[in-house]
């Protein structure tokens, strides 16, 4: 049987990478970040699950009779940080995936 030593080989580093992984990716869910606009007067708080867990509105940047500037902050702010996680995501687990040739997107 030759060969077979290989193949073991190869199932073992495949197991240990898989588990690489899903501790990678256990980490990046725990961890948190944040992102502003207007001058900090907006933040918002995201985690790695790419939920949002915390807006911060500075009362100065609340004007009633324009809703629309409060609104585009928010979501800049909020577009902001999910561009974050996203990267950090794919930057973590790209390191897994180098080489192997995956569909895009996958990470």
Do not use: H, S, Y
């Amino acid at each position: 049987m030759r060969g077979g030593g290989n193949m073991n080989k190869m199932m073992k580093q495949m197991q240990k990478m898989q588990k690489d992984m899903m501790k990678a990716q256990e980490e990046l869910q725990e961890m948190t970040f944040e992102a502003t606009a207007g001058g900090g007067m907006i933040k918002v708080v995201a985690n790695g699950k790419k939920e949002i867990i915390d807006i911060e509105i500075d009362e100065e940047v609340v004007d009633p009779d324009d809703i629309e500037m409060l609104q585009d902050l928010i979501l800049a702010a909020t577009n902001e940080v999910l561009k974050e996680v996203e990267e950090k995501t794919n930057d973590t687990m790209g390191k897994f995936t180098k080489g192997l040739n995956l569909p895009g997107g996958m990470f």
